[in-house]
């Protein structure tokens, strides 16, 4: 009985104080640093533990990899400022305005376009949102569907490189970037395919008019103006998968393009550059404050044997790997809907990616499975913040929209599920790629 009361009290301690913080709302960040300083208490003393706490999280921050986030962040600012969404919007139009619903269709494609350039759901769903919300109301799109529309495939980008995201969980769990980036591309576009699905099964249902889009434009000046922005990626993952850079490098290069690009439209102006600095920075310091909390907890749970106590649990509750990588994904799934994606990765990954080795899941693989269960989590309530943006950006109630978007819900669950079941849609491109497990 003591043995087990040692066992689970550090347990207890961690996750009931960061349950209780959050619940009085504590920013996350600061919940998670304090939920590590109480946890480390119980074997030093408070003044010890202050210190721990305050050198893990330097040790967190003092990454040469992590520097590849603020530029990001700075250049998604400047895509979504310089005109880029407008232009991958038409290339949208291009591909997907003879399907029926085609207006559904454009926001799927131009969210998995422009979230993949820019890194971020949120500012994916602003700003398409906010440019299709105009076109869709003058062609009688229900708002509500529309909406859930653009909050179910906002997150695709977040697969489809580069990627934030994928990028802290390479840190975390030292796996190769630009592996990991190429794992991404399929299961970011069969997210994006199986939302278009779901379009076409429940469109009549919905009511969503049948007609399609023919853009004014000629098709070959709506290529050559979307092409630029395409570009990027090229750029980027030519780079990385060559060898000629770096992804930190590559972050740094997106940045001087997008700032090209952003002055060749003539929709960028010098004044606006302090404000989207700004903006960056801010961005910047969360996620980086996140980061480092979350690596005083991760220090805080390997000293008190936290990851291999979860890890014993789950292996002893049942020794059928498929029970226990689906209730690995249901607390993921779980864990999305209340967290923040990076807080979430950095948490959670020292806890399951050595049960998924030991089920000989490759880390690559399960990078995948992690972030794409997150990236449902951020579209659902009550912490969903793809959900409260999509829902601001289009006037929907959040109490209309989440009812149209549980079947989408449910068939990016589904997706999911071939994700996990058939880890060659995640490997193939990587080992083609030469990756070696």
Avoid at 143 to 151: E, M
Avoid at 163 to 187: E, R
Avoid at 255 to 276: C, D, N, Q, R, T
Avoid at 333 to 355: E, H, K, N, Q, W
Wanted: aromatic fraction near 10%; include cysteine.
């Amino acid at each position: 009985m003591p043995d087990f009361f040692y066992d689970v009290l550090p347990i207890a301690i961690l996750f009931g104080t960061l349950a209780v913080l959050l619940l009085i709302g504590m920013p996350i960040a600061f919940a998670i640093g304090s939920a590590a300083l109480f946890t480390i208490f119980i074997d030093f003393p408070l003044d010890k533990a202050a210190i721990l706490v305050s050198q893990q999280m330097v040790n967190g921050l003092n990454s040469f990899g992590l520097l590849a986030l603020p530029f990001f962040i700075v250049a998604g600012n400047l895509m979504n400022r310089g005109g880029l969404a407008v232009r991958l919007i038409n290339f949208a139009m291009l591909l997907g305005g003879r399907l029926p619903g085609s207006l559904s269709h454009v926001n799927v494609i131009a969210n998995m376009m422009f979230g993949s350039l820019s890194g971020s759901a949120v500012a994916s769903a602003a700003a398409v949102g906010g440019i299709m919300k105009p076109l869709q109301d003058k062609h009688g799109y229900p708002t509500a569907f529309s909406s859930a529309i653009n909050v179910a495939s906002c997150p695709t980008g977040l697969l489809i490189p580069p990627s934030n995201i994928l990028i802290l969980y390479a840190l975390v769990s030292s796996t190769s970037v630009q592996y990991l980036f190429i794992a991404g591309y399929i299961p970011g576009l069969l997210m994006g395919l199986g939302i278009m699905i779901g379009i076409f099964l429940l469109g009549k249902r919905y009511k969503i008019p049948q007609q399609k889009i023919v853009l004014e434009q000629r098709p070959l000046n709506v290529i050559f103006d979307a092409l630029p922005s395409l570009l990027l990626v090229v750029i980027i993952m030519g780079g990385i998968v060559g060898g000629v850079f770096t992804a930190t490098e590559a972050s740094a290069i997106a940045v001087v393009y997008s700032l090209f690009l952003g002055f060749a439209y003539k929709e960028l102006k010098v004044k606006a550059l302090p404000s989207i600095l700004l903006d960056s920075v801010l961005t910047t310091s969360i996620v980086l404050l996140m980061i480092a909390t979350s690596s005083a907890m991760s220090w805080a749970m390997a000293n008190a044997d936290i990851p291999n106590a979860i890890a014993e649990f789950v292996l002893n509750y049942s020794s059928n790997p498929i029970v226990i990588m689906l209730l690995m994904n249901v607390v993921l799934l779980v864990v999305g809907t209340f967290m923040d994606m990076s807080p979430a990765v950095l948490i959670f990954t020292p806890i399951f990616l050595p049960i998924a080795i030991l089920l000989g899941v490759d880390p690559v693989h399960f990078g995948i499975i992690l972030v794409f269960n997150l990236c449902i989590g951020i579209c659902t309530p009550p912490v969903g913040t793809a959900l409260f943006v999509g829902c601001s950006v289009s006037g929907a109630k959040i109490g209309e929209v989440v009812p149209k978007l549980l079947p989408l819900f449910l068939i990016m669950v589904t997706t999911l599920a071939l994700i996990v079941a058939f880890p060659a849609l995640t490997m193939w491109l990587p080992e083609l790629a030469g990756y070696k497990s």
